[in-house]
């Protein structure tokens, strides 16, 4: 007889903008600015619950083989600006996309004159995204601590962490 561990990890991120919920909630949800942060991907949303949520690969992407798709998912609840839950899954490799979905919350919050924002992810039974979200696989990004702290440089002063 063989047990099977099912472990559940959720991470929780939070960055402080100078930007309003608005700002951040553009930000996150449309397509002209989520090519502009974090991994340069254009994402598209459907923000009503059931709608699709797909990312891009970008040109560096494709050249290194992957997919057109490289993040799906479907919004769980949208209530601009202030949450966004959706489900959500890497496509990169096999071995990602054969994980379960996760849940991505985003939340906005005005707090001493800025704004917080709160990214929690559920990655219960998806140790592969846990390890990419986390920042934790060298050669494949800082995870939500770089695409947060990206997002939050390019709504304070316009570049990125990129130049």
């Known amino acids: 007889m063989s047990m099977t561990e099912t472990k559940v990890t959720t991470q929780v991120h939070r960055v402080f903008i100078n930007a309003t919920p608005q700002q951040i909630w553009d930000a996150i949800t449309s397509p002209e600015w989520t ?10 949303i459907d923000l009503r619950p059931g709608g699709a949520y ?46 379960p979905m996760t849940r991505l919350t985003w939340e906005i919050d005005e707090d001493m004159g800025v704004s917080r924002l709160t990214v929690t992810h559920e990655l219960q039974d998806a140790p592969i995204h846990a390890e990419l979200v986390a920042g934790n696989v060298p050669n494949a990004g800082g995870g939500w601590a770089f695409v947060l702290s990206d997002l939050k440089t390019l709504l304070e002063t316009g570049g990125t962490l990129g130049g």
Do not use: C, H
């Not at 090519?35 to 598209?44: A, C, F, L």
């Open 54 to 99: 797909r990312a891009f690969a970008n040109q560096g992407m494709k050249d290194y083989g992957s997919p057109d798709v490289v993040v799906e998912g479907e919004v769980i609840e949208a209530d601009p600006p202030r949450k966004l839950v959706q489900t959500w899954r890497m496509l990169f490799e096999p071995d990602m996309s054969a994980e």
């Open 35 to 44: 090519e502009k942060y974090g991994y340069n991907t254009r994402q598209e």
